[in-house]
């Protein structure tokens, strides 16, 4: 759980995709809910920045769209 991060914070992620390997993807803190009476509620949406053409492809793919 990250309490830390604030809309509009810029995020660095490491995905594992089902082929085995990670990617690297930048991304910003669009939205956060952070329900203290239930976790199962918190959350946090993040725009992913600066794809580069391979990466997007591999992010619909993982997403099935």
């Known amino acids: 759980r990250v309490l830390f991060r604030y ?3 810029e995020v660095m992620l490491s995905i594992k995709i089902p ?3 990670s990617i690297e993807i930048k991304g910003v ?3 956060m809910n952070d329900d203290k009476k239930d ?3 918190s959350g946090m949406g ?3 920045v600066g794809l ?3 990466e997007t492809t ?8």
């Open 7 to 9: 809309i509009g914070s």
């Open 19 to 21: 082929e085995g390997e």
């Open 29 to 31: 803190v669009r939205w």
């Open 39 to 41: 976790e199962n509620k």
């Open 46 to 48: 993040i725009e992913f």
């Open 52 to 54: 580069n053409e391979k």
């Open 58 to 65: 591999k992010i619909k793919k993982i997403l099935g769209s």
